[in-house]
């Protein structure tokens, strides 16, 4: 149900959005997903197109994944962390608990399990297109 919640979040600041720059219509929304958010795209896309106002009608949303920067909190080298090149067991479980990311990546230079996500978290507005 998380996704029905920021379904209507990005909807309030699409809207936002789209007042300040007087558009009549929205045409494109593309929401980027922080990797290790617990997002299922397909389900945050079907509360969108659900709870969409008369604003977004016409709208197509894109929902693109964004990748994670890692930050190690020993030697502070940072790295990209590609959830793709885990095996599948192990980016499930960091999917459903970004926490146990810990136990499963360490930092590339030192090999140290303490190290903080940058980007990954959250879910934001990248981009919006429309007619005026
Ligand atoms: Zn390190």
Do not use: Y
């Amino acid at each position: 149900m998380h996704e029905w919640s920021l379904a209507e979040a990005i909807l309030a600041s699409a809207k936002q959005v789209a007042e300040q720059e007087k558009l009549k219509e929205v045409t494109e929304v593309t929401i980027k997903v922080g990797e290790l958010q617990q997002i299922e795209p397909p389900i945050l896309r079907f509360a969108l197109t659900q709870l969409k106002p008369e604003l977004f009608k016409k709208t197509k949303f894109h929902i693109l994944k964004a990748k994670s920067t890692l930050k190690c909190r020993v030697c502070a080298t940072t790295w990209q962390f590609n959830l793709k090149k885990l095996d599948k067991a192990t980016a499930e479980a960091i999917h459903f608990v970004p926490e146990a990311s810990h136990s499963f990546i360490k930092c590339p230079k030192c090999g140290s399990p303490d190290f903080e996500i940058v980007t990954g978290r959250g879910v934001w507005l990248e981009d919006m297109k429309g007619a005026k």
